[in-house]
C-alpha cells in the first residue's frame, strides 16, 4: 500500500470547470511533487515543493495551480483545461538531500477533460 | 542526446529465463540511480535503488558502470508477474531532481 494517498482517483470534467487534485502524506518527507504522465510515456515533472516552498515550475500553464498548505499536503488546481490535458497525474514525495531523493508515488488521479 | 535513455522493448521472455536492461545517462555528475516498476495504470514503485558496487535483491540485481555511464538491470527467473514496464530514474539535474528515462516493457510469456 502506497503511503502517499491521492483524490480522487479518477475525475471527468468539462473545460469549463474548476476542479482540484488532493495528496497527502505523512512520512515526513519535505518534498512534494507533482508529475503528468500520459499513456506509454515516462512522468514528466510539473512542479516540485522543498519546504512548503514551490522551488521548480517546468514550464506548466496556468490553468494549473499548485499549491501546499502544509508539509504534508499538497494540491492541484485545475482550471479551463484542454482535452489535451487528459492524464494520470501522480503525486510524489521524497526526503532532501543527496542519495535520500527517492521518489514514492500515490496512485494517481486519472483525469479526463470533455 | 536524452539526459537517460533506455530501450523502450518490448521485451518478451519465457518464464524462467534471464533478461537485462540497460540505461544509459548523459551527466557524469549523476550521483543517484534507481530501477522502478510500473503496471498498467498504476503509479512507479521503487523496485532498487543502485549502488556503485553493486546490489542484489532476490532475483534482481543492479550495476553501475560509472565510465561508460549506464545502469543494469538484471532479472533472473522470470515470473509472469514481472511482467512491467521498467524505469531507469537518475538525478541527472541539480537538487532534487530526478530524470526518467522512457522506460522498458518486459513481458513474460507462460
Known amino acids: 500500500d502506497t503511503e502517499v494517498t491521492q483524490t480522487p482517483k479518477h475525475l471527468v470534467m468539462g473545460m469549463t470547470n474548476k476542479k482540484s487534485l488532493k495528496c497527502e502524506q505523512h512520512m515526513g518527507h519535505r518534498a512534494m511533487y507533482w508529475y503528468k504522465q500520459k499513456a506509454k510515456k515516462p512522468p514528466e515533472l510539473m512542479f516540485v515543493y522543498s519546504y512548503e516552498k514551490l522551488s521548480i515550475n517546468e514550464s506548466v500553464p496556468s490553468r494549473f495551480s499548485p499549491e501546499c498548505p502544509n508539509s504534508s499536503l499538497l494540491n492541484l488546481h485545475l482550471h479551463a483545461l484542454q482535452p489535451e490535458d487528459s492524464a494520470l497525474y501522480l503525486c510524489?514525495?521524497?526526503?532532501?538531500?543527496?542519495?535520500?531523493?527517492?521518489?514514492?508515488f500515490g496512485s494517481g488521479t486519472q483525469l479526463s477533460v470533455l | 542526446r536524452k539526459e537517460v535513455e533506455q530501450d523502450p522493448g518490448p521485451f518478451n521472455v519465457p518464464e524462467g529465463a534471464t533478461v537485462a536492461f540497460n540505461c544509459t545517462y548523459s551527466?557524469?555528475?549523476?550521483?543517484?540511480f534507481f530501477w522502478y516498476r510500473q503496471d498498467c495504470r498504476k503509479e512507479p514503485k521503487l523496485l532498487m535503488s543502485?549502488?556503485?558496487s553493486g546490489n542484489e535483491d532476490g532475483r534482481f540485481t543492479a550495476q553501475l558502470n560509472r565510465a561508460s555511464q549506464y545502469i543494469s538491470l538484471l532479472i533472473r527467473d522470470s515470473k509472469l508477474s514481472d511482467s512491467a514496464t521498467y524505469l531507469c530514474v537518475v538525478n541527472s539535474r541539480a537538487g532534487n531532481m530526478l530524470t526518467f528515462g522512457g522506460g522498458t516493457r518486459l513481458m513474460v510469456k507462460p
Open positions: 551527466n557524469s555528475a549523476s550521483q543517484s
Open positions: 510524489a514525495s521524497s526526503q532532501l538531500g543527496q542519495g535520500d531523493e527517492k521518489l514514492f
Open positions: 543502485v549502488y556503485s
